[in-house]
């Protein structure tokens, strides 16, 4: 089974406003990873949190972790037309090696 | 500094022939990983290598296999392509053994259709 899970699976804002998605997962990590993907391109590496992190800032993205309930969120700020995009969470395993497996995906929309 | 560059960004191919993606890693790391993504779905992890060795693989059939060479690059090898093998072929390259504190950078990827 999957190792992580995305939710919203879509999401539509006003440009402006902020966005929150959320990923939840099931074994024990070493960190988590999350990536912005426009229209089935590559992704792009947004933020590493590790599980010993609870929350990290990168611009106008905010990440926090809570390894108890084994959930994670990514909140953009004051969003852009160009924040409409995929955006993946991603956890490795703790005591494992480095295989990344991701969660399904928030499909952000940002509305002018 | 380069970051990680598959080739070639697209490709079709018919059912039954055989294809061969390649990658090379961001400087300075030494793992490479292949995923299949398809249309709307996440990335599939299909196997990591490192040390010129399968260390890693996901729950894909031996017609997929790879390669890795000295200097850390890497190819995918499909075999008898099936339709089903249509999809977003990425390439994610990493630093072995950082305590999970290194971030997996992906290339742009290969677009494989297979027709």
């Known amino acids: 089974s999957q190792q992580g899970e995305e939710d919203p699976q879509a999401l539509s804002i006003q440009e402006g406003e902020n966005a929150t998605m959320n990923c939840s997962y099931k074994?024990?990590?070493?960190?988590l990873q999350w990536y912005r993907q426009n229209s089935g391109r590559g992704l792009v590496h947004l933020i590493l949190?590790?599980?010993?992190?609870r929350e990290k800032h990168s611009g106008r993205l905010r990440v926090t972790l809570d390894t108890s309930k084994k959930s994670s969120s990514l909140l953009i700020t004051a969003s852009r037309a160009a924040d409409t995009a995929s955006y993946f969470c991603a956890t490795d395993f703790m005591n494992r090696d480095d295989k990344i497996i991701f969660g399904k995906g928030t499909r952000l929309h940002i509305l002018p | 500094d380069a970051g990680v560059t598959q080739s070639p960004t697209h490709l079709i191919k018919t059912r039954g022939q055989q294809v061969t993606l390649r990658c090379s890693p961001k400087s300075g790391h030494d793992t490479v990983s292949w995923y299949q993504q398809a249309l709307g779905q996440e990335p599939q992890f299909i196997f990591q290598y490192y040390e010129e060795e399968e260390r890693q693989r996901g729950n894909f059939p031996d017609r997929f296999s790879g390669h890795q060479f000295p200097n850390y690059s890497s190819e995918l090898n499909v075999n008898a392509l099936l339709l089903g093998d249509s999809a977003l072929y990425l390439c994610a390259s990493s630093l072995f053994g950082a305590g999970g504190n290194t971030e997996a950078f992906f290339g742009q990827g290969t677009r494989l259709t297979v027709v």
């Open positions: 074994t024990s990590i070493n960190n």
């Open positions: 949190i590790r599980s010993n992190e």
